[in-house]
């Protein structure tokens, strides 16, 4: 779809106009800070020297994912595939540097270590975003909005911690960038024609997201029933194995290019 067919097409008004007012409502809202409650979980137990161990390591599948994915992102490119490079690029770039900034988070948790953490996973939000306006929308269209999306995102992250530094924190832009594309993301899918072997995974990513929010909801109550493991560790496992459906969906639409991967 061309980006004028776009602009006349009454589902991207609706879309539009949809982003339009919960910007504006999330805006007129006062600034929201960081609650300090936040950086308090449940599962503080060290294991070979780490502090905060499983919260730390639980972060390897997202190194792992994101490698993996960075990896075959470019082997489908010189294999001649015809993909959205750059915004699976940047989405497993930002997986990858997230599992090093969140461990880092949870070694000492805070908000000045919590800008690491916070600040590759908009990177990588992003690119997914990019990547679904791609694959539904306009490949031309998901290229260009990338780099707004990508400033957007690592912006939202930078004021939130200039106004903290500041006494005033305000978390408003980074809600917005998180939360809105998530509400955005499945109107497409239900407006748009969708690839195939695109939605069942895309709708799996999406259910492990919200099962991984259930968990950090629900830290203390999970570590509760057997001290093994906290519900934040979980989250982390939740959320890799989600963005992890998106290699076998690369290798379900793209076989015949994957065969000496």
Same mark, same amino acid.
């Given at each position: 779809?061309?980006?004028?067919?776009?602009?006349?097409?009454? *589902?991207?008004?609706? &879309? !539009?106009? &949809?982003?339009?007012?919960?910007?504006?409502?999330?805006? &007129?809202?006062?600034?929201?800070?960081?609650?300090?409650?936040?950086?308090?979980?449940?599962?503080?137990?060290?294991?070979?020297?780490?502090?905060?161990?499983?919260?730390?390591?639980?972060?390897? $599948?997202?190194?792992?994912?994101?490698?993996?994915?960075?990896?075959?992102?470019?082997?489908?490119?010189?294999?001649?595939?015809?993909?959205?490079?750059?915004? %699976?690029?940047?989405?497993?770039?930002?997986?990858?540097?997230?599992?090093?900034?969140?461990?880092?988070?949870?070694?000492?948790?805070?908000?000045?270590?919590?800008?690491?953490? *916070? @600040?590759?996973?908009?990177?990588?939000?992003?690119?997914?975003?990019?990547?679904?306006?791609?694959?539904?929308?306009?490949?031309?269209?998901?290229? *260009?909005?990338? $780099?707004?999306?990508? @400033?957007?995102?690592?912006?939202?992250?930078?004021?939130?911690?200039?106004?903290?530094?500041?006494?005033?924190?305000?978390?408003?832009?980074?809600?917005?960038?998180?939360?809105? $594309?998530?509400? !955005?993301?499945?109107?497409?899918?239900?407006?748009?024609? *969708?690839?195939?072997? %695109?939605? $069942?995974?895309?709708?799996?990513?999406?259910?492990? %997201?919200?099962?991984?929010?259930?968990?950090?909801?629900?830290?203390?109550?999970?570590?509760?029933?057997?001290?093994?493991?906290?519900?934040?560790?979980?989250?982390?496992?939740?959320?890799?194995?989600?963005?992890?459906?998106? @290699?076998?969906?690369?290798?379900?639409?793209?076989?015949?290019?994957?065969?000496?991967?």
């Amino acid at each position: 779809m061309s980006e004028g067919k776009f602009m006349q097409d009454p *589902r991207a008004l609706a &879309l !539009l106009a &949809l982003s339009v007012a919960i910007t504006l409502v999330v805006m &007129l809202l006062d600034p929201v800070a960081q609650d300090a409650r936040y950086h308090r979980f449940v599962d503080l137990r060290d294991a070979a020297g780490i502090p905060n161990a499983w919260n730390v390591l639980s972060n390897l $599948p997202f190194v792992l994912i994101g490698l993996a994915g960075l990896l075959y992102v470019m082997h489908l490119r010189r294999a001649g595939a015809d993909l959205l490079v750059w915004p %699976y690029l940047v989405t497993f770039a930002g997986v990858l540097f997230t599992g090093f900034g969140s461990a880092w988070y949870h070694l000492a948790p805070g908000n000045e270590s919590l800008f690491w953490d *916070r @600040l590759p996973m908009t990177v990588g939000f992003m690119g997914f975003f990019s990547s679904v306006i791609g694959e539904l929308i306009s490949r031309r269209l998901a290229h *260009r909005l990338l $780099p707004p999306l990508l @400033l957007a995102g690592a912006g939202s992250v930078v004021y939130w911690l200039i106004t903290e530094r500041l006494g005033a924190g305000d978390l408003r832009p980074y809600a917005l960038v998180q939360f809105l $594309p998530l509400l !955005l993301m499945p109107l497409m899918l239900a407006f748009y024609p *969708r690839p195939r072997h %695109y939605t $069942p995974y895309i709708v799996a990513l999406f259910g492990c %997201y919200v099962l991984s929010k259930g968990f950090e909801l629900w830290d203390a109550p999970i570590f509760s029933l057997g001290g093994l493991i906290g519900g934040h560790a979980l989250k982390h496992l939740a959320a890799a194995a989600g963005l992890a459906c998106l @290699l076998p969906m690369l290798h379900a639409r793209y076989p015949r290019h994957t065969s000496v991967y």
